[in-house]
């Protein structure tokens, strides 16, 4: 799903603002390291947090039927997971840097999910909204500084991109096998309890034609008063 995500996001910036290929996208962490071997315009897409969507957690079943409209199983609903991004603009000039900052936010405020022309694998086939934002503030427990200090680098202009993914959970329950017969229960004097097969329902008779139905009958005890 991580790398489903990565080239969603690769090919919207290609699509919307780096059209001409002249500046690189790479998802390589932003080192000290790293910016001395730079050696052209680069967009640097760096995958910094990843934890689950709570917001978004469902509960319950989902249900699966065959041809016949039966209900064959049951599956979790999808789990949705936060992608957080450090993205930034790597050039000569700090001018141009925030030139191209600025076409990467105006071109990610006009979506509120990936579009799902770009979407591949798994996600494409959950069908589901992956949604996406984009410069939000920080959560509290979270600050980019903190970031950049993990990185050995200096504080750099950046947008904080973060995707919500759907995540197949894998957890799936066979559904029980529907009962073609009923029982009919008897307790006759002492004896325990005895299950027999409930006898066909003449047709018209109620309950429904279509269904057979368990019916209970208790006779009482030749003492019980």
Not at 188 to 201: A, F, K, N
């Amino acid at each position: 799903m991580i790398h489903e995500v990565d080239d969603a996001l690769r090919q919207l910036l290609r699509h919307e603002v780096l059209r001409s290929g002249d500046v690189d996208i790479v998802l390589e962490a932003p080192t000290k390291d790293w910016a001395a071997r730079r050696n052209a315009p680069t967009v640097n897409l760096y995958l910094y947090d990843i934890r689950e969507d709570m917001r978004r957690k469902s509960r319950g079943r989902i249900n699966e039927y065959d041809d016949q409209g039966k209900i064959t199983a049951r599956h979790l609903p999808p789990r949705y997971f936060k992608l957080s991004y450090l993205v930034t603009a790597w050039t000569q000039r700090p001018e141009d840097e925030h030139r191209l900052l600025s076409a990467l936010l105006m071109s990610m405020l006009a979506y509120d999910a990936l579009p799902a022309e770009m979407l591949t694998g798994s996600l494409r086939e959950l069908d589901m909204p992956v949604p996406l934002t984009v410069a939000l503030p920080p959560p509290e427990d979270r600050a980019f500084a903190d970031v950049w200090s993990a990185l050995g680098g200096e504080l750099k202009p950046s947008l904080d991109v973060v995707v919500s993914a759907p995540v197949e959970s894998g957890r799936r329950m066979e559904a029980a096998t529907i009962a073609s017969e009923g029982v009919l229960l008897s307790m006759d004097g002492d004896d325990p309890v005895r299950h027999r097969p409930v006898p066909e329902l003449p047709e018209g008779s109620k309950p429904a034609e279509e269904s057979r139905v368990a019916m209970v009958r208790m006779r009482r005890r030749p003492d019980a008063t």
